[in-house]
């Protein structure tokens, strides 16, 4: 079932994350009772802490605080944006919106707890809580902070003697996996990290004429806001402009206002730059005669404040010819609209795009688009005053960052609204044919997410996420804010959800006290999980099993078995896809299809020559189970032929009766392979025999 969610989660409790299971206190009381500084073994102070992609340009050492000053503190005088100066990591779009937190008090004490500190409860431990898809998550982290001659070479504050901005950028680069995967990324990306919001972006050259009043009020309502200057090419990137501003860098936005200058209103924008050295030198500039002009008690209301160096007023004209985009990140649904009145519920979707399987790509490639998931919403009227609805439409791809180690980034997404049928079934190739959207994201992007706001008539709706080019495998969710409570209904089973709540449990009352599972344990606990699913039932012999556990003891651990689970689950999804009629088993031309998705999908780090998958065919068949055993096969010699590139040969029991030779033309147009890499010639079987997969030979 979607999952339903309040936007920003403030009541919630955070889930702690240490893969100990302990909590920050627990870990830091027993820390004070042994009398020792806490070192946290899940992001040590090695190199690969801070790098993934290259080893370490120059010889870092790891220091505590009271190793770098005498008197050190976690805050001085309150957090604020002068304790945020960039250091040697590329994430400025992360200190501009750790600027633009600390201007929201009750979202900064969430993100950063005040129960900590250097004194009497000190025990080099401390945290902070990020908002990850919908949870709150309690990151734990050591004061153990990279530097270079006593110097942090990270983020670090104004102040020598203050380390909460740097512990929170370490914090949040265990969260991606290392410092690295925090280079380069969007302002809004962290700021609903830090609250559990939704986002808005505006282009300000084709923004509404009432941008000023929107940001304005925005602004007047806690929301976090940053902006940038587009490049066109890497050489841009971070390149000064003749006014002092710089190309492809993130900038929080701090302050709007107007001001009466000779006779007339202007309006003025505050902007930030977390480098705190390079700002604008044009108009209303720190030492501009703009202000010479302004009455001086208005000027010091204004200017009391934005002493500091990076931050700086300018002409909000002179903005938006200056800057491209601007990022809003709104704190509740009501800050999307002037009208208060209207009540805002959250529905949340969570899926998988899985390749030759769920990820059919954007409409442009209508053949696959209708394999993409498929979610229902109604949209309720919210009130008498119009016929309307507004819905607002946030799709996020979930752990690209911490994926950037596996050589994967952001995928291009984006989503398309449809007028949904009356039946519930999942929309075929036909509909999305012959029927246009009603709404869709304005562009494909490679940004975490894609949101939208629009106005809909009320009635029932289809969503269908994808990303741009099909084949392409992530994760995502989906948040949908609607005007009125409107619980779509499922678009998988429901017994998904449930299956994977089981699992733990079942696997606990299984596993003895060495707290792993055998082959016959295996076998009752998917009987017990999948029991409604009467026909996936499965036996795996020891050969099967022992290719997912990696220390030979002939036993799965609950690691191991979550990763065989999810493999498993992407095996009965390429099955369903492709049984396309329906019958609980495979015809040839639904098997050809299957492997080779199962085989794209399974052995795309096979770099050199494809795999041919070896198969016996049989007019029996035991539903899904020997289909489930040949594509564990292929997985396993992914695994054992990395080098040898070994392959594997299909055949049908009537070419083995007579020995009699296949067009190698078959062969070739199927598996897209040049005839000297065949090994055997394969009788590819035609879709009119129906003759259904039966189990593997090698």
Request: proline share 4%; aromatic share 10%.
């Amino acid at each position: 079932m979607p999952l339903q969610s309040t936007l920003s989660g403030g009541c919630s409790r955070a889930i702690d994350t240490q893969s100990d299971g302990k909590s920050f206190e627990q870990l830091r009381k027993e820390c004070l009772q042994n009398g020792v500084l806490f070192e946290d073994p899940d992001f040590p102070a090695t190199d690969s802490s801070l790098f993934f992609s290259q080893s370490a340009p120059i010889q870092f050492e790891w220091k505590r605080p009271k190793e770098l000053c005498d008197n050190p503190k976690f805050i001085t005088g309150g957090a604020d944006r002068t304790d945020i100066c960039q250091g040697q990591l590329g994430d400025c779009w992360l200190l501009a919106a750790i600027a633009s937190l600390t201007l929201k008090k009750d979202s900064l004490a969430r993100v950063v707890p005040h129960d900590q500190d250097f004194d009497s409860n000190y025990a080099g431990i401390f945290h902070f809580q990020f908002w990850q898809h919908n949870k709150w998550l309690d990151i734990v982290v050591d004061d153990r902070l990279p530097t270079v001659r006593n110097r942090l070479i990270m983020l670090h504050s104004a102040s020598n003697n203050e380390f909460w901005s740097a512990l929170l950028e370490k914090a949040y680069a265990k969260l991606h996996g290392s410092y690295e995967s925090l280079k380069g990324g969007s302002t809004m990306e962290a700021m609903e990290d830090f609250t559990g919001g939704v986002g808005e972006m505006y282009d300000t050259k084709t923004g509404p004429d009432n941008l000023f009043s929107v940001m304005k009020k925005a602004l007047d309502r806690g929301s976090m806001m940053g902006c940038s200057i587009n490049t066109t090419s890497s050489a841009e990137s971070e390149a000064r402009t003749s006014t002092g501003l710089v190309k492809g860098h993130a900038y929080s936005i701090t302050g709007l206002e107007e001001v009466n200058y000779r006779g007339r209103k202007v309006k003025l924008i505050r902007v930030r730059n977390p480098w705190g050295q390079v700002e604008w030198n044009g108009p209303w500039s720190d030492q501009s005669r703009e202000w010479d002009y302004v009455d001086r008690a208005e000027k010091t209301r204004i200017l009391q404040n934005s002493t500091e160096d990076g931050e700086f007023w300018m002409e909000f004209e002179d903005f938006k010819r200056s800057y491209d985009k601007v990022e809003i990140c709104n704190m509740t649904p009501d800050a999307l609209t002037d009208n208060t009145k209207r009540h805002w519920e959250v529905s949340l979707f969570e899926g998988q795009w899985i390749r030759g399987a769920t990820a059919g790509g954007c409409r442009n490639y209508i053949d696959t688009f209708w394999t993409n998931p498929q979610f229902k919403l109604e949209l309720q009227d919210a009130d008498d005053d119009d016929d309307v609805c507004s819905v607002v439409i946030a799709l996020m791809q979930k752990n690209r960052r911490k994926l950037r180690k596996e050589g994967l980034d952001m995928e291009t997404i984006g989503y398309a609204v449809y007028e949904a049928p009356d039946d519930n079934e999942h929309v075929n190739k036909d509909f999305f044919r012959y029927h246009a959207s009603k709404a869709r994201s304005k562009t494909y992007i490679n940004l975490r997410e894609v949101s939208e706001r629009f106005t809909l008539p009320p009635g029932k709706y289809l969503l269908v996420p994808t990303t741009f080019q099909p084949h392409k495998e992530a994760d995502f969710i989906v948040r949908i804010f609607s005007e009125k409570k409107a619980p779509p209904p499922p678009s998988l089973p429901e017994e998904e959800t449930e299956e994977e709540k089981g699992l733990r449990r079942l696997f606990d009352q299984l596993a003895g006290s060495d707290q792993a599972i055998s082959v016959r344990e295996l076998q009752h606990m998917l009987n017990g999980v999948l029991s409604r699913r009467k026909w996936v039932i499965m036996l795996y012999d020891r050969l099967h099993l022992t290719s997912f556990i990696v220390d030979n003891t002939g036993k799965m651990e609950f690691q191991e078995f979550k990763v065989f689970w999810e493999k498993m689950k992407k095996w009965i999804m390429l099955f369903l896809s492709f049984d396309t009629d329906r019958s609980g088993k495979m015809s040839s031309y639904e098997l050809r299809s299957a492997l080779n998705a199962a085989g794209r999908t399974h052995l795309s780090g096979i770099k050199k020559k494809p795999f041919v998958i070896c198969v016996y065919s049989s007019v029996s068949f035991n539903r899904i189970k020997s289909k489930k055993m040949c594509m564990h096969k292929v997985e396993q010699k992914k695994q054992t032929n990395k080098k040898n590139n070994t392959k594997i040969i299909v055949m049908s029991n009537k070419w083995c009766q007579t020995q009699q030779t296949p067009p190698l033309a078959h062969i070739v147009a199927y598996f897209g392979m040049d005839p000297a890499d065949v090994i055997m010639p394969i009788h590819m079987l035609m879709s009119a025999h129906q003759l259904p997969l039966y189990m593997y030979q090698v």
